[in-house]
């Protein structure tokens, strides 16, 4: 006998109801119980850093956590960051320094950096590949990543 | 052509869906009905497999199905070779095992699948899995490839008499008559490790059979999808045309993806055959440490003569290569591994041998750098300690050696990964490294920077190593290229992507053909409906053989486009001019038509054509090179070492690299970045830990270190252009290039760190651990 819970979670601003077993980890609610498959799965033991979302404004791993406890909770995915037509700064910084190559770990790094940023809205070299430390990449080597930032950061403080 | 785009640094098309979430992935891909896979895999390297009862995981509610070897019946069949066995060369000894789908009989390393459930979702199939009795008897396993070798030995593959796969001798000139009269020998024992690729998406299939079309759909994290299409079809007595292979956005390859077929690759689309269902399988972290394959162990007896002013006077090594349980790859790691054991040196006189040896551990197929980091690592270690025992600079010793620019193309008298010959086909290597030294400031460092920090009782030491790059090889690739009548062009090839920017800089070359803005150049790749002919991305050859197969396809249409607007617009075709989307007449641009007007009159409704015409302005074409183009380069470091803690810090890292014509130089230096942060993980972090029993003790993220943005430096880069002549591009390839020198500029660079120490490093990689052990073995010494 399965037990079932009733969840209710926002993410990106829309209110989603759902049943789910208490086992189905946050990172599978997200992409297969609601389609947000922006939010990519890679190690599933909160090391690599590509799951993560924000979840009520702060970063954290959605393959350490379960759905129900993201009940009552408002949670940010990549795909509430911006549109291909619509860039969040971070995005377009990150186009143009070419912080991208296969694209997987992105999402992660992208929804670590928001709240980053948000503190620390001028950060330095070292400070950036602390922040970036816990997320993996295995295609640019970080250095067009740490450029990304750089640029956003000028970016976001022109536009202030 | 005009060169508005080609060699510019042109943001990548692709990237607004990457950046949003957008972009498809293999485990993005959600069917109505669908099927999750799971596998129970062996926790024994090697056991004769007596038994599986499934009846408990069959009887669970939510599965669907259970499968083992025994209930595949007849499709059960051992894997096709992926590549073409050797030729009959003389004295080559290849034993082809190719792994299984499901062990029927015998495991053969940890994490061989066993079975498979089908279940509703994937953590019903995972506690199915659980629910299977499986009856193993162990066996001792084979793990050390010197030990595999000795007679008493047990047997991988009990059919043969030993746990040899393969050898191959191959020979230039006369070492053994020259190493007589050398000045000095140089003689090694070296030891290259195992590591694993670790791209961050791990593997995964989807399948889809629809029985009212007879077609088979699969989604597939592989390099190569067009291979994987046509022998999908015959393994499934299906036409290639009933198969559809999509290798969608792949979330970094590496080259394990490359590998085919893996048994989960057979399996899923034959299964939703089987159960007239869609069936998803993804691979967990855990899985990707056991199952998928790994690279690089070696162990090496290798020596060089030299003469007293340091001139190589031959290379001769004798080495064992770790297959893993089967080889598939056939003799392709090896043989790079002897094509890139005389460097970019001028080497008159070499012998190589080497024995491929089965283990009980996961199979080996190309990692980024594929064989040609342990051949580097092992002409470069010789090297340095020839230069010290000889009194000369790590540098000098280089540049006394390196292949003259007048010597090209260059013949090596020995076979390559594609057992044709090598040859290097153009280079300029002295001004690589000379500009590598440049860089770093290399003489002044040694000269006043460097004492001075010694005095302060600091260990910084600096290291230079050049290398050559075997890339581009063949057979083929092909593109078709069409201008719709938007105006828009379309470009369909074969190879699929994993991050190497192909949208973008292939858009670039047919931009340039056409005269249109690159951004209205869309690329379709890895999807074999589009085009389905070629082999795949791998050995560093999109941007020379997809990319010239796709230029060859553009210049084509060019043609068609200026015959077609010679007569709409009543003008020569030498005097028309293609640009911004239009064709005009030079000198009277007013005199125009739009590529999409002209792309409507190729392709009528009503009326007549001319016999003999074909509608449309598209083309294909393909290109096969002669044999594989060389790139080249030279990295320098400087690093600093706490002889305390162990713990390095990389103060400066210069690359100089020679990859020819360079199409996007943006993404060029992405691809650097990449590899010599892969590298650096080979040098001094990645290793994969084996005990006696064949089990991997470091299966985690936690536990396999990769580097992080804290561990990898700010790389500066320098190019050069030596365009190759086997192209007309000009091209040469530069993926796994970063990669390759990496574990040597390591050694040279500690050594030159902890002078007090003395050490000869014979090994790669090091770690923080095994640094310390080699200073205490030291302290003792001395």
């Known amino acids: ?112 950096l928001v709240p980053f940023l948000e503190e620390n809205p001028n950060p330095n070299e070292d400070e950036i590949r602390a922040a970036i430390s816990g997320n993996l990449c295995r295609c640019t080597g970080y250095q067009h990543i740490v450029d990304g930032v750089k640029l956003a950061a000028q970016k976001m403080s022109a536009s202030q | 052509m005009t060169k ?28 109505h009905g669908m099927l999750h896979a799971a596998f129970l895999r062996s926790d024994y390297a090697h056991a004769y497999l007596r038994s599986v009862d499934v009846s408990a995981a069959q009887a669970r509610e939510g599965v669907v199905a259970v499968f083992t070897a025994e209930t595949m019946g007849d499709d059960w069949q051992p894997g096709p070779p992926l590549v073409s066995p050797p030729p009959t060369v003389e004295d080559v000894i290849f034993h082809s095992r190719t792994q299984v789908p499901l062990v029927k009989d015998k495991v053969r390393h940890v994490g061989e699948p066993i079975a498979i459930v089908i279940a509703e979702n994937r953590y019903i199939a995972e506690d199915a899995v659980d629910d299977i009795m499986v009856d193993l008897e162990p066996l001792d396993a084979v793990v050390d490839i010197e030990k595999a070798m000795q007679p008493d030995s047990p047997l991988v593959h009990d059919d043969l008499d030993s746990n040899l796969a393969a050898h191959i001798e191959q020979e230039k000139g006369d070492y053994a ?36 079309s007879q077609r088979l759909t699969v989604w597939d994290t592989t390099q190569a999808p067009i291979a994987i299409r046509n022998g999908l079809a015959a393994r499934l007595d299906l036409s290639e045309h009933q198969v559809r292979v999509i290798a969608p956005f792949i979330g970094g390859a590496f080259g394990p993806k490359m590998m085919m077929f893996y048994p989960e690759e057979m399996l899923i689309p034959w299964v939703s055959i089987k159960l007239d269902r869609p069936v998803k399988w993804i691979e967990d972290r855990y899985e990707n440490f056991y199952a998928t394959t790994q690279e690089r162990r070696q162990v090496h007896d290798a020596e060089m003569a030299l003469t007293l002013d340091g001139r190589i006077l031959g290379v001769s090594d004798v080495f064992l290569h770790d297959s893993g ?9 090896p043989l790079n591994t002897q094509c890139h054991m005389m460097g970019p040196y001028d080497v008159a006189n070499y012998y190589s041998e080497s024995k491929v040896v089965f283990t009980n551990k996961t199979i080996v197929t190309p990692v980024r750098g594929a064989g040609r980091p342990q051949g580097i690592f092992i002409v470069e270690r010789l090297l340095d300690l020839a230069a010290k025992e000889l009194g000369i600079d790590p540098v000098e010793i280089r540049k006394r050696n390196l292949i003259p620019p007048d010597a090209f193309p260059y013949e090596h008298k020995i076979i390559d990964q594609a057992f044709a010959p090598l040859i290097f086909d153009s280079g300029n290597y002295k001004p690589v490294l000379e500009k ?24 910084v030491g600096i290291g230079i190593v050049p290398f050559i790059e075997t890339t581009g090889v063949g057979p083929y690739e092909g593109a078709r290229v069409t201008v719709e009548a938007s105006g828009k062009i379309n470009v369909a090839t074969g190879v699929g992507t ?18 249109v803005d690159v951004r209205d150049v869309h690329l379709v790749t890895g999807d074999t409906a589009e085009f389905h002919w070629g082999t795949g991305t791998f050995a560093s050859r999109g941007s020379v053989v997809a990319a010239n197969a796709i230029n060859a396809s553009a210049k084509l249409v060019r043609e068609k486009i200026l015959a077609l607007a010679s007569k709409v617009l009543e003008s020569p075709e030498d005097e028309l001019e293609l640009a911004d989307g239009v064709i005009r007449v030079a000198d009277i641009p007013r005199i125009s038509i739009s590529l999409g007007e002209l792309a409507m009159l190729a392709n009528p409704l009503r009326g007549a054509v001319e016999p003999g015409t074909e509608p449309g302005l598209e083309a294909t074409a393909y290109f096969g090179p002669q044999y594989g183009a060389i790139a080249f380069g030279t990295h320098a470091m400087i690093v600093e070492v706490d002889p305390q803690t162990m713990m390095i ?44 029993n064949g089990q991997l003790l470091n299966a985690s993220l936690m536990d396999y270190l990769i580097p992080t943005a804290a561990e990898v430096p700010r790389i500066e880069i320098g190019h050069e252009e030596t365009r190759s002549p086997l192209n007309p591009l000009g091209s040469k390839g ?46 003792r010494e001395l």
């Open chain 1, 1 to 112: 006998m399965r037990h079932l819970f009733d969840i209710g979670v926002t993410v990106n601003g829309t209110r989603y109801e759902r049943t789910v077993e208490p086992r189905l980890l946050l990172s599978d609610f997200l992409r297969h119980d609601l389609g947000l498959t922006g939010t990519h799965v890679s190690c599933e033991h909160g090391v690599c850093g590509s799951c993560t979302i924000l979840f009520d404004g702060q970063p954290v791993r959605s393959c350490l956590m379960f759905a129900v406890q993201a009940n009552g909770h408002e949670i940010l995915t990549v795909e509430g960051l911006g549109t291909p037509e619509n860039l969040h700064p971070l995005q377009e910084a990150f186009w143009e320094a070419h912080s991208v190559q296969c694209g997987f770990c992105t999402p992660g790094i992208l929804m670590t």
């Open chain 2, 4 to 31: 508005k785009y080609i060699g510019k640094r042109i943001k990548r098309s692709e990237d607004p869906r990457l950046l949003t979430g957008e972009a498809l992935f293999v485990d993005d891909v959600e069917i």
């Open chain 2, 177 to 212: 008559a020259i190493r007589e009269g050398a000045d000095l020998i140089i003689k090694r024992r070296i030891v290259i490790d195992r590591g694993a690729a670790v791209a961050m998406e791990n593997r995964g299939v989807v399948a889809q059979w629809d029985a009212k």
């Open chain 2, 325 to 333: 349980a089967y080889d598939p790859y056939g003799l392709t790691l």
């Open chain 2, 436 to 459: 590598a030294a440049d860089m770093i400031g290399y003489d002044q460092f040694v000269k006043d920077e460097q004492p001075r920090l010694r005095a302060e009782g600091r260990h």
């Open chain 2, 498 to 515: 994993q991050g190497q920017g192909h949208f973008t800089s292939f858009a670039q070359i047919v931009a340039d053909q056409l005269g």
């Open chain 2, 649 to 692: 810090e990389i103060k400066r890292y210069v690359a100089v690299e020679d990859c020819g014509t360079v199409i996007n130089p943006l993404i060029v230096d992405g691809q650097i970045h990449g590899g010599v942060s892969l590298g650096i993980g080979n040098s001094y972090y990645e290793k994969l830990v084996f005990d006696e």
């Open chain 2, 734 to 779: 530069v993926g796994e290039a970063g990669a390759i020198p990496v574990p040597a500029l390591f050694a040279q660079a500690m050594e030159n760190a902890l002078p007090e120490y003395d050490l000869e490093i014979l090994e790669a990689p090091l770690s923080p651990n095994r640094l310390f052990e080699l200073l205490r073995e030291k302290e």
